[in-house]
């Protein structure tokens, strides 16, 4: 039998807009496939739910690819080692608290574990925008990450979801965006971004966790986005916070939703 080059592109054109489709009425959008994205959805998808994911770049991983200063290997907690041992990634004791792994096992595991839960990934997909309706965030606002690169004037596609998910790391960019464009107050002292601080990891690691939570009705920040929200500090290459503030979002939005 020959190849026929057709059938190869008609079978990818197929399966994506399929996908695609598949996604355009979500529970939960996740915006950003780092470290705390990717493990919140395989909570999601594993009870059920209709959960995607838009990263903006080629890669899912954010930051975790890279452990501290391109060095390899990330550090967790004896608490977050658990999460790891869920997803079957390695683990060695380094001190006693500390645990050491290889990030590209980590991310490959945590990647691996969320597709096989029926988490839908897209990459170079950015979110632009959210969609509030009555003060309520029920959708985001997608370009491809070509667009925004090349700064071409092409009108975005939206998708719906139950729950809309800041999981963009530093930057917190949809709460940013939600800021800037939207009449909504967040859950924050000043209502607003408060701003990521300095590195304290101690401290960051908690608080991590503590404020990983929904901020305004249907929207929930998780990871180094929740910090950037509420003004906590930075924690450098130590990933337990981020995996425990995704599965806590994760369960609180399965508590919400079922
Ligand atoms: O930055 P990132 O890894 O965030 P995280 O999951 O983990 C933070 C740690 O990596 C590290 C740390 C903890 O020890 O300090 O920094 O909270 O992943 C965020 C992902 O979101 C994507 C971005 O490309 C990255 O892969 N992203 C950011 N903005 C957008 C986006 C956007 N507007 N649309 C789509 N993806």
Redesign the pocket.
């Known amino acids: 039998m020959s190849l026929d080059e057709i059938k190869i592109s008609e079978a990818i054109i197929s399966s994506y807009t399929s996908k695609l489709i598949g996604s355009l009425e979500l529970d939960v959008a996740i915006?950003?496939?780092?470290?705390?994205?990717l493990c919140c959805s395989y909570y999601l998808a594993k009870n059920h739910l209709n959960v995607a994911i838009?990263?903006?770049?080629i890669s899912?991983?954010?930051?975790?690819w890279g452990g501290g200063m391109m060095f390899n290997k990330i550090v967790v907690q004896k608490d977050a080692k658990k999460i790891l041992d869920e997803f079957g990634i390695q683990t060695t004791i380094y001190q006693n608290d500390y645990y050491i792994a290889d990030s590209m096992e980590a991310v490959s595991g945590l990647c691996f574990k969320a597709t096989k839960a029926k988490v839908k990934i897209f990459n170079l997909?950015?979110?632009?925008d959210v969609l509030v309706k009555k003060g309520i965030v029920c959708g985001v606002v997608l370009n491809w990450t070509a667009v925004e690169m090349a700064g071409l004037h092409v009108d975005p596609l939206t998708v719906k979801a139950k729950i809309v998910v800041d999981?963009?790391?530093?930057?917190a960019?949809?709460a940013r965006i939600m800021e800037k464009k939207s009449t909504i107050r967040l859950n924050t002292p000043s209502g607003k971004v408060e701003g990521e601080k300095s590195m304290w990891a101690d401290v960051a690691e908690d608080f991590v966790v503590k404020n990983s939570k929904e901020v305004c009705p249907g929207f929930f920040v998780c990871?180094?986005?929740a910090n950037a929200v509420f003004g906590g500090p930075?924690?450098?290459?130590?990933?337990g916070g981020?995996l425990l503030s995704a599965k806590k979002v994760a369960l609180e939005i399965i508590k919400k939703l079922k």
Not at 125 to 128: C, D, G, N, R, V
């Open positions: 915006v950003g496939g780092g470290p705390c994205g838009f990263e903006r770049k899912i991983g954010g930051g975790m997909l950015s979110a632009e999981a963009t790391g530093h930057q960019e949809v990871g180094m986005a930075r924690m450098g290459p130590i990933f981020m």
